[in-house]
């Protein structure tokens, strides 16, 4: 099976910074996207972060200039350095893989990482 396993969330003061990571472990042959959502308490998931295997990489317009998405491919794991972090980042941080391939042949698959949760006081 294919598992997600976020690190690196925790409690950080305003403007702090933080870094996570996902690795995605299991029978892996490629990833095509790689990519980070978070969820506020009472607030839809919402799209921080995406990195395709090609293609540019996209911010939401809140995180643009502070965040910075990575990727290593060769160790299928995706990066979120988190700069000059306010208040309203606080929420749970979801790591996303979309299309997915498990064998040459198989088809893609989406799958999610547990969570982490990101605290940032005032």
């Known amino acids: 099976q294919v598992q997600l396993v976020e690190s690196g969330g925790g409690l950080v003061q305003a403007g702090g910074s933080l870094r996570l990571s996902c690795a995605a472990s299991?029978?892996?042959?490629?990833?095509?996207?790689m990519a980070w959502y978070r969820q506020a308490p009472g607030k839809q998931r919402e799209l921080v972060a995406t990195k395709p295997n090609s293609g540019s990489t996209d911010y939401a317009d809140s995180v643009k200039g502070r965040f910075t998405i990575s990727r290593d491919n060769a160790k299928n794991t995706v990066y979120l350095q988190m700069n000059s972090l306010k208040p309203e980042d606080t929420a749970v941080y979801y790591c996303?893989?979309?299309?997915?391939?498990?064998?040459?042949?198989?088809?893609?698959?989406?799958?999610w990482g547990q969570g982490t949760q990101v605290t940032v006081s005032s």
């Open positions: 996303f893989a979309g299309g997915l391939r498990r064998h040459f042949f198989s088809t893609p698959g989406d799958y």
């Open positions: 299991g029978s892996i042959f490629s990833i095509n996207t």
